[in-house]
Protein backbone atom coordinates (compact mmCIF):
# COMPACT_ATOMS: atom_id res chain seq x y z
CA UNK A 1 0.00 0.00 0.00
CA UNK A 2 1.34 3.44 -0.78
CA UNK A 3 0.42 6.89 1.41
CA UNK A 4 0.29 10.25 0.34
CA UNK A 5 0.86 12.84 2.99
CA UNK A 6 0.50 16.74 1.70
CA UNK A 7 1.04 19.67 4.30
CA UNK A 8 1.18 23.51 3.66
CA UNK A 9 -2.41 24.66 3.26
CA UNK A 10 -3.84 27.76 4.88
CA UNK A 11 -5.30 30.84 4.69
CA UNK A 12 -3.23 33.72 2.57
CA UNK A 13 -4.55 37.23 1.56
CA UNK A 14 -4.32 37.64 -2.28
CA UNK A 15 -0.99 38.08 -3.58
CA UNK A 16 0.33 36.14 -1.29
CA UNK A 17 2.42 32.52 -1.34
CA UNK A 18 2.00 29.36 -0.22
CA UNK A 19 4.30 26.20 -0.68
CA UNK A 20 2.61 22.62 -0.49
CA UNK A 21 4.36 19.41 0.31
CA UNK A 22 3.35 15.89 -0.70
CA UNK A 23 5.30 12.67 0.57
CA UNK A 24 4.58 9.45 -0.71
CA UNK A 25 5.48 6.11 1.56
CA UNK A 26 4.94 2.83 1.64
CA UNK A 27 5.62 0.06 -1.36
CA UNK A 28 6.88 1.88 -3.62
CA UNK A 29 9.13 0.62 -6.47
CA UNK A 30 8.87 3.39 -8.58
CA UNK A 31 6.98 6.53 -9.42
CA UNK A 32 5.84 7.53 -12.82
CA UNK A 33 4.30 10.91 -12.03
CA UNK A 34 3.33 13.19 -9.42
CA UNK A 35 0.60 16.01 -9.15
CA UNK A 36 -1.91 18.52 -7.80
CA UNK A 37 -5.29 18.25 -8.21
CA UNK A 38 -7.71 20.94 -6.63
CA UNK A 39 -11.68 21.07 -6.08
CA UNK A 40 -13.52 24.21 -5.07
CA UNK A 41 -16.89 23.93 -3.67
CA UNK A 42 -19.84 22.70 -6.33
CA UNK A 43 -17.01 22.38 -9.12
CA UNK A 44 -15.59 19.13 -10.04
CA UNK A 45 -11.62 18.39 -9.10
CA UNK A 46 -9.53 19.85 -11.73
CA UNK A 47 -5.78 19.13 -12.84
CA UNK A 48 -3.32 21.96 -11.84
CA UNK A 49 0.46 20.55 -12.44
CA UNK A 50 2.25 17.58 -12.86
CA UNK A 51 5.63 16.27 -13.13
CA UNK A 52 6.80 13.28 -15.23
CA UNK A 53 9.68 11.44 -13.55
CA UNK A 54 10.98 10.09 -16.91
CA UNK A 55 11.49 13.29 -18.95
CA UNK A 56 11.28 15.48 -16.03
CA UNK A 57 8.97 17.53 -17.83
CA UNK A 58 5.67 19.77 -16.11
CA UNK A 59 2.48 21.11 -17.19
CA UNK A 60 0.12 23.24 -15.90
CA UNK A 61 -3.42 24.06 -15.83
CA UNK A 62 -3.44 27.79 -18.29
CA UNK A 63 -5.24 29.48 -14.68
CA UNK A 64 -2.08 28.91 -12.68
CA UNK A 65 0.87 28.87 -15.27
CA UNK A 66 3.45 31.61 -14.40
CA UNK A 67 2.31 31.27 -10.88
CA UNK A 68 2.37 28.40 -9.86
CA UNK A 69 5.88 25.47 -10.19
CA UNK A 70 5.70 21.93 -9.34
CA UNK A 71 9.10 20.63 -8.33
CA UNK A 72 10.18 17.05 -7.05
CA UNK A 73 12.90 15.73 -4.84
CA UNK A 74 12.72 11.76 -6.19
CA UNK A 75 15.03 10.80 -3.65
CA UNK A 76 12.21 11.42 -0.84
CA UNK A 77 9.38 11.02 -2.95
CA UNK A 78 8.04 14.25 -2.35
CA UNK A 79 6.58 16.82 -4.43
CA UNK A 80 5.78 20.27 -4.00
CA UNK A 81 3.67 23.00 -5.35
CA UNK A 82 5.30 26.72 -4.68
CA UNK A 83 1.98 28.74 -5.28
CA UNK A 84 2.47 32.42 -5.71
CA UNK A 85 0.56 35.57 -6.61
CA UNK A 86 -2.47 33.83 -5.08
CA UNK A 87 -5.84 34.72 -6.19
CA UNK A 88 -9.98 34.12 -4.65
CA UNK A 89 -10.01 32.06 -6.96
CA UNK A 90 -7.25 29.64 -6.13
CA UNK A 91 -9.68 28.75 -3.13
CA UNK A 92 -9.99 24.87 -2.78
CA UNK A 93 -9.09 21.86 -1.66
CA UNK A 94 -5.57 20.77 -2.83
CA UNK A 95 -5.15 17.04 -3.48
CA UNK A 96 -1.79 14.88 -4.05
CA UNK A 97 -1.84 12.35 -6.85
CA UNK A 98 0.49 9.67 -7.91
CA UNK A 99 1.51 6.71 -10.42
CA UNK A 100 3.35 3.97 -8.67
CA UNK A 101 4.35 0.78 -9.36
CA UNK A 102 4.89 -1.36 -6.11
CA UNK A 103 7.40 -4.04 -5.55
CA UNK A 104 5.76 -7.35 -6.57
CA UNK A 105 2.96 -5.28 -9.00
CA UNK A 106 2.84 -5.58 -12.46
CA UNK A 107 0.88 -2.72 -12.78
CA UNK A 108 0.40 0.98 -11.44
CA UNK A 109 -2.28 2.42 -9.46
CA UNK A 110 -2.94 5.87 -8.90
CA UNK A 111 -2.74 7.13 -5.13
CA UNK A 112 -4.40 9.85 -3.80
CA UNK A 113 -3.64 12.14 -1.02
CA UNK A 114 -6.16 13.39 1.77
CA UNK A 115 -6.33 17.04 0.75
CA UNK A 116 -5.16 20.50 1.98
CA UNK A 117 -7.47 23.47 2.43
CA UNK A 118 -6.30 26.13 0.82
CA UNK A 119 -8.20 29.90 1.26
CA UNK A 120 -7.27 32.69 -0.59
CA UNK A 121 -8.82 35.75 0.87
CA UNK A 122 -9.38 38.94 -1.12
Known amino acids: QVQLVESGGGLVQAGGSLRLSCVAS????????MGWYRQAPGKQRELVAVTITSSGASNYADSVKGRFTISRDNAKNTVYLQMNSLKPEDTAVYYCNADVRSWGRPYDLIYWGQGTQVTVSS
Open 26 to 33: GSIASINA
